[in-house]
C-alpha cells in the first residue's frame, strides 16, 4: 500500500463522516477520524430503531472495515468544538490539511410555543438516543403520560410512535401536521411498523373532515388515503393496545400545563390548505381546539450545534453559493457570510450540511462527494512528506494525551464489540450495549487488560 501523502481531520464518525473517510483512506491520505461518542456510527447507531439488528449489524461491519483501514486513526470520546476537547483552529494549527465536518445536526428544532418549558415536552431526539441508549439520554428520566401528541409527521414520528406503541404501551398517541394527508413524510415501509395499532374508523372520518379542503387545492384525498394504508400490505404484529390515529390541519399554539407543571392539553390552531407560487401551504383560521394528551413530543427536525465554531445559516453550517470545488453541482466548503468568502480548508457534509435530509444511503453520497471536494483541493498543495504526516498525526495524539480523560482508539472500540457481543450470547438477547460513557470505558480497561495478560 502506498503512503499517505495528506493528513485530513473527518469530524464526526456517523454514516457521513465514515463513507467520506474510505473516499479519503483510498485516495492516499491519512485520516484522523475524531468523534464525539465513544463508539463510532452515528444515526446508523443512535437513530435506526433498536430491532433492526440485521441493518445495524450489517452497518457496523462496513464500519469496521473502513475504519480498520491503515491510513485511519480513530480517537472517541472527544469533543471537537471552540470550548471543546480540541478546536477546528487547533487542528490546523497543528498542520491538519483540511477538516470535514460530518457532525450531524447535534441541536433541535423547537416552535417556541408556550409551555414547551413543561414536565412531559421532549424532542424526538431525546428519545430516540434514549431508547438507542446514547449517554447521557440513555439514563435520563422521561415522563410519558398515557395519551401522547407527536408533531410531525415524518420517519422519525413513525420510530417514536413504534417505541411508544410496542416498549410503552400507552393508550393514544396523536400524529399532528399542519397539512394534509396527501403531504405525510414518512415512508410507507416505515409506518408498517405501527399501522396494526391505527383507529382505521377515526382515520376515514378524518379523511371525511378533510377532503373538501384537500380537493379545493387539487389534491386527492383517495390517493393520499391509499398510500398510507398501502402499508397494510406488510404490517407488523399488533403488540398492544395503543390507538393511533392522525389529527391534520392543525397548527400548535400553545401547550397547556396544570398546577403541578405537567402538560395537560395541547392547543392546536384549525389550518386550511391553499396554493401560492405552485406550492401548496397551510393557513391558520384563527379558531382553535383542544387536544387532550399528557405528553408532547416535537418531531420537527433538527438544526447544527453553533458551538463547533462555523458560520450557520437556516439551521445549517453555511456553505459557499460559488464553491471553488464543485461536486455534481454541490457546494461542500464551509462558508463565512460576513467576509464572503470560503473557509480556507475546511468543508462540511451530510447532515451537517443539510439536517434531517435522508438517513444512512444519503448520508453516504454525501459524505463520498465532499470527501472528492476535499481531494479536488488537496491537489492544489504540494504532497506531504511519510515523516510530516506521522508527525502532524503525533501533534494531535500527544494533545488528545494531555486531556486528563480516556480517548478511545479503533482498536478499543473492536475490545468494546466483543465484550458487548459476548454480554449478548451470555444473557440470550440479540444485542448488547452499554448504556454509559462509563461502563464503555471500563468494559475497555478490562479487556485490555486480559489481551495484554495473554500476550
Known amino acids: ?30 485520516v484522523l477520524l475524531l468523534n464525539r461518542d465513544v463508539r463510532p456510527g452515528g444515526l446508523a447507531e443512535y437513530g435506526i430503531y433498536p430491532d433492526k439488528h440485521r441493518m445495524k449489524n450489517g452497518l457496523r461491519r462496513t464500519f ?7 491510513h485511519v486513526v480513530y480517537y472517541g470520546n472527544v469533543l471537537v468544538a471552540r470550548d471543546g476537547d480540541i478546536s477546528l483552529e487547533q487542528l490546523q494549527a497543528m498542520g491538519i490539511e483540511a477538516i470535514l465536518v460530518t457532525v450531524g445536526a447535534q441541536g433541535t428544532k423547537w416552535l417556541g410555543i ?3 418549558d413543561l414536565t412531559g415536552v421532549y424532542h424526538a431526539k431525546e428519545l430516540v438516543y434514549h431508547y438507542n441508549k446514547l449517554p447521557p439520554f440513555s439514563t435520563r428520566t422521561f415522563h410519558i403520560g398515557n395519551r401522547v401528541a407527536l408533531i410531525g409527521v415524518g420517519n422519525v414520528m413513525v420510530d417514536v410512535a413504534h417505541w411508544l406503541i410496542a416498549e410503552k404501551r400507552v393508550a393514544e398517541v396523536i400524529a399532528v401536521a399542519r397539512r394534509g394527508p396527501a403531504e405525510v413524510k414518512f415512508d410507507r415501509e416505515e409506518f408498517a411498523a405501527i399501522v396494526a395499532n391505527l383507529d382505521l374508523e377515526a382515520f376515514e372520518a378524518e379523511i371525511a373532515r378533510v377532503r373538501p379542503v384537500m380537493e379545493a387545492v387539487g389534491q ?24 393511533f390515529c392522525f389529527r391534520f390541519l392543525a397548527s400548535p399554539r400553545r401547550i397547556l400545563g396544570d398546577e403541578q407543571g405537567r402538560v395537560a392539553g395541547l392547543e392546536v390552531e384549525n389550518t386550511t390548505l391553499e396554493r401560492k407560487n405552485g406550492d401548496t401551504r397551510a393557513r391558520g ?15 420537527i427536525g433538527d438544526q447544527v450545534d453553533p458551538r463547533l465554531g462555523l458560520p450557520v445559516q437556516g439551521g445549517a453550517y453555511a456553505t459557499a453559493p460559488e464553491p471553488r470545488f464543485p461536486v455534481k453541482g454541490e457546494s461542500y466548503e464551509a462558508f463565512d457570510p460576513s467576509t464572503g468568502q470560503p ?47 506521522t508527525e502532524r498525526l503525533d501533534t494531535v495524539r500527544q494533545h488528545l494525551s494531555r486531556l486528563g480523560k480516556p480517548v478511545v482508539t479503533k482498536e478499543d472500540w473492536f475490545l468494546l464489540l466483543e465484550v458487548e457481543a459476548e454480554e449478548a450470547k451470555r444473557r440470550g438477547v440479540p444485542e448488547f450495549r452499554f448504556a454509559t460513557v462509563e461502563e464503555m470505558l471500563t468494559a475497555i480497561a478490562r479487556a485490555r487488560e486480559v489481551t495484554l495478560d495473554q500476550r
Open 64 to 70: 469496521r472495515r473502513i475504519i480498520e483501514h491503515p
Open 114 to 116: 408556550p409551555g414547551e
Open 220 to 243: 386527492d384525498p383517495e390517493e393520499a388515503k391509499a398510500y398510507i394504508l398501502s402499508a397494510m400490505e406488510k404490517a407488523a404484529p399488533r403488540v398492544s393496545d395503543t390507538r
Open 1 to 30: 500500500m502506498s503512503a499517505a501523502k495528506h493528513v485530513v481531520a473527518v469530524v464526526g464518525a456517523g454514516p457521513a463522516g465514515i463513507y467520506a473517510t474510505d473516499t479519503l483512506a483510498k485516495n492516499e491520505v491519512a
Open 343 to 389: 473557509i480556507e480548508g475546511i468543508f462540511v457534509a451530510g447532515w451537517a450540511r443539510r439536517p434531517s435530509r435522508g438517513l444512512v444511503g444519503v448520508a453516504r453520497k454525501d459524505g463520498v462527494q465532499a470527501a472528492q471536494a476535499v481531494l479536488q483541493y488537496l491537489n492544489t498543495r504540494p504532497p506531504l512528506t511519510a515523516e510530516a504526516v
Open 285 to 299: 383560521l384563527g379558531t382553535t381546539d383542544v387536544l387532550n394528551v399528557d405528553t408532547v413530543i416535537f418531531c
